[in-house]
């Protein structure tokens, strides 16, 4: 073990050369996180250089290198997040775009969860599971249209996710990654007073529910969803348009960077 941080209640260990399997194999149901190999040659996100302008401190997550905190430290940017409004970037997640007739049909072979009734740009928190009824990730998948669903799988397992859906595709149907998109969560109490100061659409958005929307020209799809369980939204958004989306969220007052560790 070279390295350990501690965030989250857990203590997220990096790992050299091919320790990290032993480390993940050890630490199985374990309060701990095998994060990375700390020798492995990591991607970034489109956010790398404001992170970096930030003071953010940088760790190897998933396969990429990715702000655990800035200046103000782990517990301050917790508590901002509870008070205020936090933005974490989640570029490293993987977006995907399925498509096709019957895709409904497909994808509820691999999810427990009744996408029939699922309404357009409505959400539902999923587990993906494998043939035995096991689970492979958790996910969250969102109708576009009626033969077309956004799905938002984990960073460390999106290119097995993507391999295995695939596999379970018909003819006529494709799945479609969007590769080096830009992520962000603006997640806590304030976050609805920050983002509709900017798009005000969004705040008639209600939790597991979406929107394509636009902010001076960049094109984004909101969802009102996060993992933190405060108010929030996730913003998606292409490479180029993602240091500006977030600069402009980081200009109101109540908004804050955080990092993994919030």
């Not at 007073?193 to 005000?200: G, Q, R």
């Amino acid at each position: 073990i070279a390295h350990d941080v501690s965030f989250a209640g857990r203590c997220i260990i990096l790992t050299s050369g091919k320790g990290s399997m032993a480390c993940a194999r050890m630490l199985k149901f374990r309060p701990y996180v095998c994060i990375g190999n700390i020798g492995m040659s990591l991607k970034h996100t489109p956010l790398d250089a404001l992170h970096r302008e930030l003071g953010a401190r940088m760790v190897p997550f998933a396969g990429y290198d990715m702000p655990v905190q800035y200046g103000s430290g782990i517990i301050a940017e917790h508590r901002h997040t509870r008070e205020h409004a936090g933005l974490f970037d989640v570029s490293h997640m993987g977006q995907f775009i399925l498509e096709g007739p019957g895709i409904t049909e497909t994808l509820e072979a691999l999810v427990p969860v009744d996408l029939q009734a699922l309404g357009e740009h409505r959400q539902s928190y999923a587990l993906l599971t494998n043939d035995d009824a096991g689970v492979r990730d958790d996910l969250i998948i969102t109708r576009w249209g009626a033969d077309s669903f956004f799905l938002v799988v984990n960073a460390s397992c999106k290119m097995e996710d993507r391999a295995w859906i695939e596999s379970n595709l018909s003819a006529g149907q494709s799945l479609r990654e969007l590769e080096g998109q830009g992520l962000l969560a603006l997640q806590g109490p304030r976050a609805r007073e920050v983002l509709s100061s900017l798009v005000p659409e969004t705040a008639e958005l209600r939790f597991l529910q979406g929107a394509h929307c636009e902010l001076d020209g960049i094109p984004m799809y909101v969802t009102c969803s996060g993992y933190t369980g405060e108010d929030g939204y996730e913003l998606s958004t292409t490479a180029e348009h993602t240091e500006a989306l977030a600069r402009k969220l980081l200009s109101h007052e109540a908004s804050a960077p955080v990092g993994l560790g919030a």
